[in-house]
C-alpha cells in the first residue's frame, strides 16, 4: 500500500511570491484535503477536493486555490504570500466516507521571508 | 470558544505511570471522533478512532461522553516512545476534521 507523499519538503518564498505544492494521495483514497499547521497549533483546514471538485472550504482566502487530478492526486497553491502563511502545509487523503479517518503525508514546511 | 479544546500540558510522567487526556468539542451534530499522535516536526498519525461505547487498544483506551460533548484517552503502563503531542479530532459539518491544539506528553525514565 502506497501512504500519501507530498512534495516539495521544505520550501523558502519571498513575501509576494506564489507557490505550488503538491500530493499524492494513498492507493484506494478518492479524496485529498488541504491542512495548514502553525507552531503549536493544531492543523486548519483549507479545502477538500473530491471527484476533482472543491468539496468543502474552512476560512481561508481565495488566494488559497486547488487542484485535484483524475489520479486523485492534488495541489495546492498560494498566491501573493504573506509572512503568516510560514507553516507546514499537511495533506491527507481518506475515503469519502464522513467518519473516514485522515492518513496525512509528511507534510511541506513553507518559510516566507 | 475554541471548537476543540485540550488541555495544552505538558504532562510529564515517569515510565509505566497512567496518564489520562480530555477534550471537549463544542459541534453536538459531530458524528466522528479520533485521537491522532504528532511527533515533533512530523505529521499527525492516527492513532484510534473513538466509538460511542468506548474502545480500548492495547494500552490505550478511548472514551466518548455525547451529552457532555467530552472525549478522553487513557495511556496505561507508559513507554518513552509514547512522548508525543496527542491530538483530538472531531469531524465538521464542511466534510472538514476539526483539531484540537493538542496536549503534549514526555515520559520520562
Known amino acids: 500500500e502506497t501512504g500519501v507523499t507530498q512534495s516539495p519538503t521544505h520550501l523558502i518564498k519571498t513575501r509576494g511570491q506564489q507557490v505550488t505544492l503538491r500530493c499524492s494521495s494513498q492507493s484506494g483514497h478518492n479524496t485529498v484535503s488541504w491542512y495548514q499547521q502553525a507552531l503549536g497549533q493544531g492543523p486548519q483546514f483549507i479545502f477538500q477536493?473530491?471527484?476533482?471538485?472543491?468539496?468543502g472550504r474552512g476560512n481561508f482566502p481565495p488566494r488559497f486555490s486547488g487542484l485535484q487530478f483524475p489520479n486523485y492526486s492534488s495541489e495546492l497553491n498560494v498566491n501573493a504570500l504573506e509572512l503568516d502563511d510560514s507553516a507546514l502545509y499537511l495533506c491527507?487523503?481518506?475515503?469519502?466516507?464522513?467518519?473516514?479517518?485522515?492518513?496525512f503525508g509528511n507534510g511541506t514546511r513553507l518559510t516566507v521571508t | 470558544r475554541k471548537e476543540v479544546e485540550q488541555d495544552p500540558g505538558p504532562f510529564n510522567v515517569p515510565e509505566g505511570a497512567t496518564v489520562a487526556f480530555n477534550c471537549t468539542y463544542s459541534n453536538s451534530a459531530s458524528q466522528s471522533f479520533f485521537w491522532y499522535r504528532q511527533d515533533c516536526r512530523k505529521e499527525p498519525k492516527l492513532l484510534m478512532s473513538v466509538y460511542s461505547s468506548g474502545n480500548e487498544d492495547g494500552r490505550f483506551t478511548a472514551q466518548l461522553n455525547r451529552a457532555s460533548q467530552y472525549i478522553s484517552l487513557l495511556i496505561r503502563d507508559s513507554k518513552l516512545s509514547d512522548s508525543a503531542t496527542y491530538l483530538c479530532?472531531?469531524?465538521?459539518?464542511?466534510?472538514?476534521?476539526?483539531f484540537g491544539a493538542g496536549t503534549r506528553l514526555t515520559v520520562k525514565p
Open positions: 479530532v472531531v469531524n465538521g459539518d464542511n466534510n472538514d476534521m476539526r
Open positions: 491527507a487523503s481518506s475515503l469519502k466516507a464522513s467518519d473516514s479517518p485522515l492518513h
Open positions: 477536493y473530491y471527484r476533482e471538485e472543491e468539496n
